[in-house]
């Protein structure tokens, strides 16, 4: 699967839109962009994925760049209850192993 | 409906003792992952079932640890010989083959 670049790091203020970038400039043409996020002490909570439109679900946008190198992940509204890692993850939709390679994921901190 | 459960939510042993770790995955879902999050690291494949088909035992990190999948749906993880190293938490995904996956709580290890 193809690796993933994400900053260590980022803080946003309560109530304003966080964006989180991530680079995938290996990605292939049947690889996903998932995202993830741990809140602490707790599993990791499934976001969104897309394959190259972008997509938007109850939680979150994903913008993926027209040659797929890159993406962000848009929490519209943050709130304290979004600080957590996030991981960004470059998976195959198909094939016989199909496990999850998280990176080291960027920590978001949202501030009151 | 109900996600994944995994049980313990904590466990002690001391180095030496054997462990069982359970999962019940999400009804219905045919694949089951096992993954590992040692203190302040990312998360570590181990292992992963799909249908009837042989597991995927890659991830495993010795043979002190092996891990079944009982009537395509609960799932043991079992940890001989404790070490030290072993602590970490445990956490238990499923999909429905290979879709999205969604983790449970996780079960944290401490071998003392």
């Known amino acids: 699967d193809a690796k993933t670049t994400q900053p260590p790091s980022m803080d946003c203020a309560e109530g304003r839109a966080a964006n989180l970038p991530c680079n995938h400039s290996?990605?292939?043409?049947?690889?996903?962009v998932y995202w993830y996020r741990q809140i602490h002490s707790q599993g990791p909570q499934y976001i969104i994925h897309g394959l190259k439109n972008n997509e938007t679900n109850e939680m979150a946008s994903l913008i993926i760049t027209e040659d797929r190198k890159s993406s962000t992940l848009i929490l519209p509204h943050a709130t304290l209850r979004d600080t957590a890692v996030y991981y960004c993850?470059?998976?195959?939709?198909?094939?016989?192993?199909?496990?999850?390679?998280f990176g080291k994921g960027i920590t978001l901190s949202v501030r009151p | 409906g109900a996600g994944v459960s995994q049980s313990p939510s904590n466990k002690v042993t001391e180095k030496g003792k054997d462990v069982e770790l359970r999962c019940d995955p999400i009804s219905g879902h045919t694949a089951l992952y096992w993954y590992r999050q040692s203190l302040g690291q990312g998360l570590e494949f181990l292992i992963y079932?799909?249908?009837?088909?042989?597991?995927?035992k890659s991830g495993l990190p010795s043979d002190r640890f092996s891990a079944e999948r009982t009537g395509g749906s609960v799932s043991t993880l079992t940890i001989q010989r404790t070490q030290q190293e072993d602590s970490a938490v445990y956490l238990c995904?499923?999909?429905?083959?290979?879709?999205?996956?969604?983790f449970g709580p996780g079960t944290r290890l401490t071998v003392l």
């Open positions: 995904a499923s999909s429905q083959y290979t879709d999205t996956q969604y």
């Open positions: 993850i470059v998976r195959r939709y198909t094939g016989a192993n199909s496990k999850l390679t």
């Open positions: 079932f799909q249908g009837n088909s042989a597991p995927d």
């Open positions: 290996t990605i292939s043409g049947n690889e996903y």
